[in-house]
């Protein structure tokens, strides 16, 4: 178990801050373990063969604990976007799931393929991982970041309906725990063996690259009935029932349509009957992509705060309504009630943003690199942006007041979204050629640095020295001298992390070597790059 679950976790959380807490999670007795170290949590899973065992998709910034998992503004940091695809087996209760070999195929038609796709036994998980983990500054980057995990989710959704009328659970919460390769599912009373069936697929730089590819994918065209007709089984119904909480106070917060169905009080519903505010919400929380009992949860206790029946003696009632507004869920109606921006071109998406914003942008460039580098054009000229700022409301909003010294206006989270759309839609795409990747301008860096600093014959000179070396044949580099060399020659500021990953790319390797450092024995941290570079200087 332990190489596959060690390679696992490794490919989640090599590049996690190291003060970051991975969870691991056993399903018996609903402990938590927390984890610096990777070698840490593979050790705790070995000593838990036979049992359900998950894996937090998020980061804590402590340990919480053996009785808590994280709520969702807990979270600290998150490894990537998962899905869960269920496929039709004596395990499942639920209607509409895709057969095995489809389950799988869904997976890969999504606009990238997982970096890694996982069989828990009874479906697949596809994990998009970042590049390394996407860290959190505040409640509306976490926001943020559930609405596009929401969007990614939808699109899955819209694929499986279009190819054979199934549906996707939801994973998109910041606190989802997921199995991991390497352990067993238990699941029906029988133990099955949880393995990764595929791996080193796409990464993303960012938030804003699976934003990027919403937009330039285009939804899968509707089966020609409408909808199939969704059948959900039997609802609990209980007079003392609440909703999710963190589901639902995002809806009432961010929502204006939610928080007045809820209370009972919109002017714009045609249908102000009871039936009428229970079947707007329920189209809500679909729209949300709650759970069908999450959905009758609301409804009990949106009429029993309003003082409304029940209905508990209306057979079917609670199970009709859901049903409908899950069937309803690609609707004219329901796109009414999510009034989702939409633009015919670029200039009509830039002065929907801009009407928006309260700040015109009149151009928005991607330069093709890797990372790709955005430049937005406002009146008072152009601004060059940062990674990852051109999709985050708050940075975004920062730079602009920073140059035109007028702050733009603040948005809703889901409505962040649109414009976010809007503004990648609207991008011309230029070229800046191979060196200005990640991985061409470290290579550039590296060659420049070993010619300016020819590297020297073996290693303890280099260690007071400080310089590039040779050792069989081979160039070794201090990383951390490297990056800081970079820093001051290019004005180039990159981590050691992402720096790291670049040279991985090319075919450099860490170690650790023994070394002699003012007379004692000692070790240090070197990378060994390709013998292509045996030559340079």
């Not at 003060?19 to 840490?40: C, G, M, P, V």
């Not at 998980?125 to 939808?154: C, I, N, S």
């Not at 951390?480 to 820093?487: C, I, K, M, S, T």
Request: charged fraction near 25%.
């Amino acid at each position: 178990m332990s190489d596959e679950t060690r390679d696992f976790l490794t490919a989640l959380f090599e590049w996690k801050a190291p003060e970051h807490y991975i969870l691991i999670w056993t399903l018996a007795d609903k402990r938590s373990a927390w984890f610096n170290e990777i070698s840490q949590a593979v050790s705790y899973v070995e000593g838990k063969k036979g049992e359900d065992i998950y894996v937090g998709v998020g980061l804590a910034a402590e340990d919480r604990g053996p009785h808590r998992r994280c709520a969702e503004g807990e979270i600290a940091a998150v490894v990537g976007i998962v899905l869960d695809v269920d496929y039709q087996s004596d395990v499942h209760q639920k209607p509409n799931l895709p057969p095995q070999a489809q389950a799988a195929d869904l997976l890969l038609g999504m606009p990238e393929p997982p970096t890694v796709v996982v069989h828990t036994g009874h479906g697949y998980h596809g994990w998009w991982l970042f590049k390394e983990p996407w860290e959190f500054d505040d409640d509306q980057e976490r926001a943020a970041y559930k609405q596009v995990a929401m969007d990614w989710t939808k699109h899955a959704r819209y694929l499986a309906q279009a190819r054979g009328g199934w549906t996707v659970d939801s994973t998109f919460d910041l606190a989802r725990v997921m199995r991991i390769p390497g352990t067993v599912n238990c699941k029906g009373g029988e133990s099955v063996e949880v393995h990764v069936v595929s791996e080193g697929g796409w990464r993303a730089g960012g938030l804003g690259d699976f934003l990027e590819l919403l937009v330039l994918t285009p939804q899968p065209p509707p089966t020609e009935t409408k909808l199939v007709s969704i059948k959900i089984g039997k609802l609990r119904r209980d007079p003392r029932a609440a909703p999710p909480p963190d589901k639902f106070t995002a809806m009432i917060a961010n929502d204006l349509k939610f928080r007045q169905s809820y209370r009972r009080n919109r002017r714009d519903l045609a249908d102000k009957s009871p039936s009428g505010y229970d079947m707007s919400l329920a189209t809500l929380a679909a729209m949300a992509l709650w759970e069908p009992q999450e959905i009758c949860d609301l409804l009990v206790a949106s009429r029993r705060d309003a003082g409304c029946d029940l209905k508990f003696d209306h057979p079917n009632y609670y199970e009709r309504t859901v049903e409908t507004a899950l069937s309803w869920t690609d609707s004219e109606q329901a796109r009414e009630e999510l009034k989702i921006l939409d633009a015919d071109d670029g200039h009509d998406a830039l002065d929907k943003v801009s009407q928006a914003l309260g700040v015109r942008i009149s151009r928005v460039v991607r330069y093709w690199a890797d990372p790709p580098v955005f430049s937005i054009e406002i009146e008072d000229g152009m601004i060059l942006l940062e990674r990852g700022v051109l999709t985050n409301q708050r940075k975004l909003r920062q730079v602009i007041e920073e140059r035109c010294l007028k702050r733009p206006n603040l948005m809703k989270p889901e409505d962040w979204t649109c414009i976010a759309r809007l503004l990648l839609g609207a991008t011309e795409t230029f070229s800046l050629g191979d060196e200005n990747t990640d991985v061409g301008a470290a290579m550039s860096w590296l060659n420049e640095y070993l010619r300016i600093l020819s590297p020297i014959e073996g290693v303890d000179d280099s260690v007071h020295l400080r310089q590039p070396f040779r050792e069989n044949g081979r160039v070794c580099i201090y990383l951390g001298d490297f990056v800081r060399w970079v820093e001051m020659h290019f004005r180039a500021r990159r981590s050691s992390k992402s720096m790291g990953a670049a040279l991985r790319f090319v075919g450099a390797v860490p170690e650790t070597i023994n070394c002699n450092a003012d007379g004692r024995m000692t070790t240090r941290a070197i990378w060994r790059l390709p013998k292509g570079f045996a030559e340079t200087g």
